[in-house]
């Protein structure tokens, strides 16, 4: 009967040493985009347990700098649009130059 409830207690062990392994290299995994978003907002806080300030403002810099990221994409799909436009114009009046030169 001990060695049944010694095996079983050597179980449940292992089970919560696997479980603790298993959150400490997620905490470790979040720790380190932590530091990766940090790094990417310019924020030189360190978080600490029961003052999640630093979340929020991490986040308001975040939703900035991705609302920035977004205009400069439209910016410059609306620069390749008018590239495009201006491409085609061009090879309008090339080939309406190359008409009036066989006129002449």
Same mark, same amino acid.
């Given at each position: 009967?001990?060695?049944?409830t010694?095996?079983?207690?050597?179980?449940?062990?292992?089970?919560? =040493?696997?479980r603790?392994?298993?959150?400490?290299? %997620?905490?470790?995994?979040?720790d380190?985009?932590?530091?990766?978003?940090?790094?990417?907002?310019?924020?030189?806080?360190?978080? =600490?347990?029961?003052?999640?300030e630093?979340?929020?403002?991490?986040?308001n810099?975040?939703?900035?700098?991705?609302?920035?990221?977004?205009?400069?994409?439209?910016y410059?799909?609306d620069?390749?649009? =008018?590239?495009?436009?201006? %491409?085609?114009?061009?090879?309008?009046?090339?080939q309406?130059r190359?008409k009036?030169?066989?006129?002449?």
């Amino acid at each position: 009967r001990n060695y049944v409830t010694a095996r079983h207690r050597r179980g449940e062990l292992e089970t919560a =040493e696997t479980r603790f392994g298993f959150l400490a290299n %997620q905490v470790k995994g979040w720790d380190s985009e932590f530091e990766r978003l940090k790094s990417f907002t310019g924020m030189d806080a360190k978080f =600490e347990p029961g003052h999640p300030e630093i979340v929020d403002e991490i986040t308001n810099r975040f939703n900035e700098k991705e609302r920035a990221n977004t205009s400069l994409l439209r910016y410059l799909h609306d620069q390749q649009a =008018e590239l495009t436009t201006f %491409q085609d114009e061009q090879r309008k009046l090339h080939q309406q130059r190359h008409k009036l030169n066989e006129l002449l």
